[in-house]
Every structure is written in structure tokens, then in C-alpha cells.
């Protein structure tokens, strides 16, 4: 059954920055709230022919996302040409409209109906893992239908707890979660994620993490991804050696064959442990990337593209967006000048306290 609309109508808050700041969240919350209500209102086939239309129209109006789209296939795959960019890039904004549709769905689908729109790949992976004893860690992507991947996961009888990022408006993102937990998943926010995580994983539950995002340079490391150093999240690493779960690769793949989506789950990935934790964590967030690489490669028009996955550079790097996204980077020798001021305001601090 869908969310009353009621139930998401709550007080936009009254302590926006500015009276144009709350009526953009308004409008922004109003037109998601419609068109999830037009979309799960339809018969499935319908909601995806529509939204597809949607992407199709994204596609064309969306400069800046296929600008960043094209700048990063030429850095991870230098030898397409521009005519295939373009259309992996397409094909990106289209499998965005496929999630959209799918999403708007989530109360139709239920443990009678859910082969006909999801089915397992690799199955005895993920059971290999609930019977080895020591809790899941999925390590997953932002590729496919990754809001139906979990949700599908849970109708079958398998819920999971994942972490997630608020979206930036908080009525939204209230709409969301209203969606994803329909099906028993819960949500652990960022801000108290170790404690959760750690706390499921000893009851031998599964969590999702997604580690496909640029990170600052204070919450990640610099490891390969496509031949470029990439700053990517240490989180999966650090739990999984502290703890001994199991990181489970675990993304869902539209296959055009099946018209269905195949939720794939790759064999464990066997970590490396010297004893150094910091080495250790550096290395095996290295093989995540490696893995994830592994399946973009073969499945390109359905990771994220369009985002910014190479914004964070060393502080001896300029940015690698700047053409496509001026005055937006605030990388390299810029970073370094704000880290080196921060560090002389925390200098001066303590010796204010001192005195």
C-alpha cells in the first residue's frame, strides 16, 4: 500500500536561510511527492514507459551531469571515442529513469510478485556468508536499480540495515526512506553508523555500504579506480578487519535479455591481513575498487557517471573537473592553502588557551 501523502506532509521548517530557500523545498517536495504518486499509481510497464520519457528529456536539458559524464569515461576509458561516450552516457540518464520508475512501485511488490521484476544471481554467495556466522558487509554501488536492490533483497525474505546520506531536503528525504523501509530494511545515518553497524554485524545481520562516492581527503584514501587515484571511503575496510565479517559484493543488473533485473552477488572477497591495520585497510580498499571496476567494466551505462568520483585530489594535484565545472573544485595546490590555513588558526587557537 503507498504512504498516505499525509503522512508526509509535515511543517516545512521555519528556520530556512531565506524565504526563497523554504519555497525552493517546498516546490522541490511537492513535485517529488507528484510524481512518485502519478508513477506508483500506474501498472508497471507504464511507470517505466513514462519514466524512461522523463530521462529521455534529462538527457537533453542536463549540460553539466553529461559534461562530467564524458570527463570521466575519458579518464577511465581513454579509448572510446566520443560517439561511444555519448552513448554509455545515454544509457546512464536511461537506467536513472528505469530507477525512478521502479521506485514508485516498491508497495506493489511482495514475496508472490517478485520474481517477476527481480531474481537471484549468486545466491549460495550470500548464504555462504549467514552461515559462516560473522555478520555481512555488502559492498555495493551506486549501479543499476541500487534502491530496488536491497528492497528486493528483503521481500525475499532477507532484510538488511544500509547506510545512507540525508538528501539535502529533509522533506525528500523523509518521502524516501518512507519507501525504502516498506519491506522491513532499516536506515543507519552516517552521523552513529559505526556503533549500528558493528552492533548488526554481531547478531550476523547484513549491512549496505556504498563505497563508489568521492570522499574528503579526511575520510578516505587514495587508491586506484580505473588507473586514477581515487579517494575513496575506508569504512568497509576498517569494520570488516576489526570485526572479521564478510564484505559480500552485491550490486543489481538490469539484463535486457531477462526484461528483469538479476540481483548479483559476487564471491566474498578475501582480505588481506599483515597485522598492519593502517596498510591493511589501505590494500583492501584497494581490491574493493578493483572489484567494482571489474563490474563497470562490463556493465558501463549502469554505474553513476555523472558523478564527480574524481573531485577529491592530492594536495600536489590540480582538480579534474575545472573545464567542465568551473570554480566548483577547490582541489590541489587551493586545498593545500586552506588545509595550511586551518592548521594556523588551530595553531593560534591553542595558543590563545595557553595564554
Not at 250 to 262: A, M, N, P, T
Not at 316 to 324: I, P, V
Amino acid at each position: 500500500m503507498l504512504p498516505r501523502l499525509a503522512s508526509w506532509r509535515q511543517p516545512i521548517s521555519k528556520k530556512s536561510s531565506s524565504f526563497s530557500h523554504a519555497v525552493r523545498l517546498r516546490i522541490e517536495f511537492y513535485a517529488a511527492v507528484g510524481l512518485i504518486k502519478v508513477l506508483s499509481l500506474l501498472p508497471r510497464g507504464v511507470s517505466l514507459v513514462l519514466s524512461g520519457l522523463f530521462s529521455e528529456m534529462a538527457f537533453l536539458f542536463c549540460r553539466r551531469l553529461r559534461r562530467v559524464a564524458d570527463k570521466n569515461l575519458s579518464l577511465a576509458l581513454p579509448d572510446l571515442t566520443r560517439t561511444q561516450r555519448r552513448k554509455i552516457t545515454k544509457g546512464v540518464f536511461l537506467n536513472l529513469g528505469r530507477l525512478l520508475g521502479e521506485f514508485a512501485q516498491f508497495p506493489k511488490l511482495n514475496r508472490e510478485n517478485i520474481e517477476q521484476v527481480v531474481v537471484y544471481d549468486g545466491y549460495e554467495n550470500y548464504a555462504e556468508s549467514v552461515r559462516r556466522g560473522r555478520g555481512t558487509l555488502y559492498l555495493t554501488a551506486h549501479f543499476g536499480c541500487w534502491e530496488l536492490s536491497p528492497y528486493a533483497h528483503a521481500v525475499y525474505g532477507h532484510p538488511l540495515k544500509f547506510v545512507v546520506r540525508p538528501i539535502d531536503n529533509p522533506h525528500i528525504d523523509r518521502v524516501i526512506n518512507s519507501f525504502r523501509t516498506l519491506s522491513g530494511n532499516q536506515i543507519i545515518e552516517k552521523k552513529e553508523a559505526l556503533k549500528e553497524i558493528v552492533k548488526a554485524l554481531r547478531k550476523n545481520e547484513a549491512v549496505g555500504i556504498l563505497i563508489d562516492q568521492n570522499v574528503t581527503l579526511e575520510s578516505g584514501v587514495f587508491v586506484p579506480f580505473f588507473n586514477t587515484l581515487a579517494c575513496t571511503t575506508t569504512s568497509i575496510a576498517t569494520i570488516a578487519l576489526r570485526t572479521g565479517a564478510t564484505v559480500l559484493p552485491g550490486v543489481l543488473i538490469w539484463d535486457d535479455k531477462l526484461r528483469k533485473h538479476r540481483l548479483h552477488f559476487e564471491p566474498p572477497v578475501v582480505l588481506i591481513e599483515t597485522g598492519n591495520m593502517q596498510a591493511d585497510i589501505e590494500v583492501n580498499t584497494g581490491l574493493f575498487n578493483q572489484v567494482l571496476e571489474g563490474l563497470v567494466r562490463k556493465y558501463p551505462d549502469q554505474w553513476l557517471w555523472v558523478h564527480r568520483r574524481w573531485k577529491t585530489r592530492p594536495i600536489d594535484e590540480n582538480g579534474l573537473y575545472r573545464a567542465h565545472d568551473p570554480g566548483r573544485e577547490g582541489q590541489g595546490p587551493q586545498m593545500r592553502k586552506e588545509m595550511e590555513g586551518r592548521e594556523m588558526k588551530s595553531a593560534d587557537a591553542r595558543a590563545s588557551q595557553r595564554d
